[in-house]
């Protein structure tokens, strides 16, 4: 085990000031040495700095439809492929597939769009040898917040609910 040299500050404080958690503590703020806040000002108006808002922003949900394909392969190598996927990860929702291409749709948890695009591209490279995937590229994604899944199926356009759940071929 290392030991800090003499007067060295302690391990992990560099220059990221800790807060307290939760609204109305009487902690204050925590904050490495030679750091200082306007911690009157959180006091009295009992709100956390903006700064401190927007990194705790909730996660939401997004639907994903992730549109593969590629050169044509047997349908049950696809179909196993896509059930062992499913099997693995529970949380996609259904897959369409016939010999050269499929697609998936499931909900995914994330920050921003950015993030839930991020885990969706990388979904088929990832699982193509754990779960036996075509060696398919993907040729499509589309991303959107549960708001508008839910606003294009109440005005009678965009992708039909994803029923039945599972594996299923076009």
């Given at each position: 085990m290392r030991r800090a040299r003499p007067g060295a500050p302690p391990?992990?404080?560099g220059s990221r000031a800790l807060t307290s958690v939760g609204a109305g503590s009487d902690l204050?703020?925590?904050?490495?040495?030679?750091?200082?806040?306007?911690?009157?000002a959180d006091r009295t108006t009992g709100q956390e700095p903006m700064a401190a808002r927007e990194e705790r922003t909730q996660s939401k949900l997004w639907h994903i439809t992730l549109s593969v394909s590629g050169a044509e392969i047997p349908l049950t190598?696809?179909?196993?492929?896509?059930?062992?996927?499913?099997?693995d990860h529970p949380f996609l929702?259904?897959?369409r597939y016939a010999r050269d291409h499929?697609?998936?749709?499931?909900?995914?948890?994330a920050r921003d769009l950015h993030d839930a695009a991020a885990v969706a591209l990388r979904l088929w490279g990832e699982h193509r040898s754990s779960a036996g995937l075509p060696p398919w590229k993907i040729v499509g994604l589309e991303v959107i917040d549960r708001e508008t899944y839910h606003l294009r199926i109440a005005e009678g356009y965009g992708p039909p609910p994803a029923a039945p759940v599972g594996v299923h071929p076009y």
């Open positions: 391990r992990g404080t204050g703020a925590v904050l490495p040495t030679g750091s200082t806040t306007d911690s009157t190598e696809v179909r196993r492929g896509l059930e062992q996927l499913a099997h929702l259904t897959s499929a697609e998936i749709r499931y909900w995914e948890e």
